[in-house]
């Protein structure tokens, strides 16, 4: 009996020690494609928000982050990336989160020039309905593409809303509540980029290897 | 000790003289009479829930599909060495282990597809099919057999999915192979086929509760057709 339990649980080490070892091993290999794979999505969508011969600088090298509970989504972390040619800055691109959508966390990466105004706003993650909620996405609408070269300026507040709401930002059919918390988050980012342009453009970076 | 842990001699489920017999029994149980998808109606969850294009149900039903033959030859493999006390949880890490490489490996090579299916990739683990049929099937055959019915079991797991994905992609936005680049690369883009236009899209289907009622038609009109050729004999 006694015999059977140590050998039992030996077998059980064995096989626990040979599975982890197989999935560390498979981890080990694919480390640096999934790092390389994530650098090339992001660098998709840096590209398609600030166009690559507008800047010269390497843009990952640049990278930091920034946290504000109020304009930039409770509790998260944001990357930003900026632009620079010639040692200008150009614009930068910043994520931010909003919970106010339909389901969770809508997660955008919003292109900002130097001067205030959108370069495009792209949604890196969302949860939203299937068929109604993601037509912020470009695959599903052009919807997204209405913010480039807005900017945003505090006597015009009102006008940062969905029409509904007596803004100018035309929801898509079906759905307000989504295009709403994008369009009140894109307000936000660009609030936080007035309030802090200089000292973004002038922060040393901080992510670390990426 | 020894009479406790040992295996049992081997006890076939099926016995067929015949090899090919065995294969073609095999086909045939895996793919259409117990067809895991409709008719023991296990890893539903996954099922339902990422057959709304047929990217992705073709994205789940691959990774499934390796893992099955995996699991049932590794488990098939060291059946004799096992005993009957702890088979159980050592089916779950390997079961667990093959599903987490599969997940790195699609994260690192099929990046995008990846992050649509998200969640279902390591769901995998608990999909039933694959610890069933490693304890009613591997546990007690060949090498050869075991990879074969989970081949077969597999498939007919993925043909389900496709199914469902075709027709839930073809009602909700009139298209099939949506985004199919992502799964088999860009030059895969042109099997994109557009059948009809629609701004707003056929909701119901592309939601959960389009899934179960596009199964349920699935399952009534296997039903149909194994009742019709039960008539004619």
Same mark, same amino acid.
């Given at each position: 009996?006694k015999?059977a339990?140590?050998r039992?649980?030996l ?8 599975c ?16 390389e ?17 507008a800047y ?10 920034? !946290? ?5 989504g409770?509790?998260q ?10 040692d200008?800055p150009v614009a ?13 966390? #809508?997660?955008l ?9 959108v370069a ?7 949860a939203?309905t299937?068929?109604?909620g993601?037509?912020i ?6 919807w997204?593409?209405?913010? !480039?070269g807005?900017s ?7 006008h $940062? ?7 100018d930002?035309?929801a ?7 295009p709403r918390?994008v ?5 936000? /980012?660009?609030?936080y980029?007035?309030?802090?342009? =200089?000292?973004?453009?002038?922060q ?7 | 000790? =020894? ?10 489920i099926?016995?067929?003289e ?6 073609r029994?095999?086909? $045939?149980?895996g793919l259409w ?5 409709i008719?023991?109606?296990l890893?539903?969850?996954?099922? @339902?829930?990422?057959t709304n294009?047929?990217t992705?149900a073709l ?26 006390? #702890? ?10 282990a093959l ?14 597809l990846?992050?649509?299916?998200g969640?279902?990739?390591? @769901?995998?683990? =608990? ?6 049929? /490693? ?5 007690k055959?060949?090498?050869?057999? /075991? ?11 993925s043909?389900v999915?496709f199914a ?6 073809v009602l ?7 985004g199919?680049?992502? @799964?088999?690369?860009? $030059? /895969? ?5 557009t059948?009809?236009h629609t701004d707003?899209?056929f909701?119901l289907?592309? @939601?959960p ?11 009534a009109?296997k !039903?149909a #057709?194994d ?7």
């Amino acid at each position: 009996m006694k015999n059977a339990i140590s050998r039992n649980g030996l077998l059980l080490t064995a096989f626990a020690i040979i599975c982890t070892a197989a999935v560390a091993t498979v981890n080990q290999l694919t480390k640096p494609v999934i790092a390389e794979q994530e650098q090339i999505a992001l660098l998709k969508t840096i590209n398609q928000l600030i166009p690559a011969d507008a800047y010269d600088n390497d843009i990952f090298s640049s990278c930091f982050i920034i !946290n504000d509970d109020l304009l930039l989504g409770k509790g998260q972390s944001q990357q930003v990336f900026i632009a620079t040619k010639a040692d200008k800055p150009v614009a930068l691109m910043l994520e931010t989160s909003t919970f106010r959508g339909y389901s969770g966390e #809508i997660k955008l990466a919003i292109g900002i020039f130097a001067n205030g105004k959108v370069a495009g706003v792209r949604v890196i993650r969302h949860a939203e309905t299937p068929g109604l909620g993601d037509k912020i996405q470009t695959n599903k609408s052009n919807w997204i593409y209405s913010f !480039n070269g807005k900017s945003y300026q505090k006597s015009q507040d009102a006008h $940062w809303e969905v029409t509904k709401n007596g803004g100018d930002i035309d929801a898509f059919t079906g759905a307000t509540i989504t295009p709403r918390a994008v369009t009140l988050a894109v307000k936000d /980012a660009l609030i936080y980029f007035q309030k802090n342009s =200089t000292k973004l453009f002038n922060q040393a970076p901080n992510c670390g290897a990426l | 000790m =020894t009479s406790e842990t040992t295996q049992p001699s081997e006890a076939p489920i099926l016995v067929v003289e015949d090899n090919k017999a065995i294969y073609r029994e095999l086909s $045939w149980q895996g793919l259409w009479k117990n067809n895991p998808g409709i008719v023991q109606l296990l890893g539903l969850c996954p099922l @339902l829930a990422v057959t709304n294009t047929v990217t992705n149900a073709l994205g789940l039903a691959i990774a499934t599909l390796f893992v099955l033959v995996a699991s049932n030859t590794l488990v098939s493999l060291i059946r004799h060495h096992i005993p009957k006390a #702890i088979r159980i949880p050592i089916f779950v890490m390997i079961i667990a282990a093959l599903v987490t490489c599969v997940q790195l490996l699609m994260n690192a090579f099929t990046y995008e597809l990846y992050l649509s299916l998200g969640i279902f990739i390591p @769901l995998i683990v =608990t999909n039933c099919i694959i610890i069933g049929r /490693a304890e009613a099937f591997a546990s007690k055959n060949n090498v050869k057999h /075991a990879a074969f019915d989970g081949l077969m079991m597999g498939m007919g797991f993925s043909a389900v999915l496709f199914a469902l994905g075709a027709i839930r992609e073809v009602l909700a936005q009139g298209t099939l192979f949506d985004g199919i680049e992502t @799964l088999l690369g860009e $030059w /895969a883009s042109f099997l994109t086929i557009t059948l009809y236009h629609t701004d707003t899209s056929f909701l119901l289907a592309a @939601l959960p509760p389009g899934a179960f009622i596009v199964m349920g038609v699935i399952i009534a009109l296997k !039903n149909a #057709i194994d009742h019709r050729i039960e008539n004619k004999k």
